[in-house]
């Protein structure tokens, strides 16, 4: 079955490295994510957004994630990204997720407060860890959109967990959703994150993380994708991150492109191919070198016991 969230997010902790959280949306996203973690010996967590569960059925992507769970020697966690729909959250609490996210940061202040806490109480009934955000990062990404960043506010952050008792905690240091993260150089806020750090003892996450890997957009773009413009956050910060307290990160993007890209590659050179299974098994591979250096990038390979 699947494994504690908060359990190996403890041990990323201690351990000064971070959990890689990847979205989920079809069969070859599960299978490249979970033969990258087997290989390389690291937890990962599975994740499920709500367009991703309107596109495919919450029910088909618990099974495609359990069984992955079941056959692979590896610590795999479920998690609900991003849930604002109160249906879907109390549906992936009954279900078996490991976590669910409440994403009220668009909220009030207070407003956010009580929606946790609402979800930590039906959540924690159940043994399942509940991850919040405060503040709000920037971009579009699947059903979550916000113009502008509203970095999170150390002495916030400290009583919003104080009032809550969420298990994680999303923060806003200049990240964004999408592929189009930065109109500049990308400048994550490491002295927040260091504030926050001090302050608060729950792991913490950092949402908007894809790097966008230049080779995989050139190979897209090779095809016929029109990418321009796009950049994602540097693995130097990535690392810098990791180093000041991040244990959760998430990645969505980077996996959307090397998917397009291997179709893009396989429909132009194989013209006459018609096959799902030889279209979509060159992208799943793709998606899996895309898995690989994201897990050696947090440092969590090797950290499967």
Known sequence: MFTSTKSILRKAQKGSYAIGHFNINNLEMVQAIVQ??????????????????????????????????????????????????????????QIGYSSVMIDASHEEFEKNIALTRKVVQMAHRRGVSVEAELGT??????TVKSRHILYTDPAKAQEFIRRTGCDLLAIAIGTSHGAYKFTGKAHLRMDILKEVQRRVKIPLVLHGASCVPLSAVKEAEKYGANLQGVQGVPDEQIRQAIRQGICKINTDTDLRIAFDAGVRKTILDHPAEFDPRHILGPARDYMQKVVEHRIRLFGSGGKSR
Not at 51 to 59: F, K, N
Not at 62 to 89: C, F, W
Request: hydrophobic share 45%; proline share 3%.
């Open 137 to 142: 990062i920037g971009g579009a990404e699947d």
């Open 36 to 93: 990258a973690a087997a290989k390389l010996k690291s937890p990962v967590i599975l994740a499920t957004s709500e367009g991703a569960i309107h596109y495919a059925g919450i029910d088909y992507l618990y099974v495609l994630a359990k069984t992955a769970s079941e056959q692979a020697k590896i610590p795999i966690a479920l998690h609900l990204d991003h849930g604002r729909d109160m249906n879907i959250i109390k549906k992936a609490i």
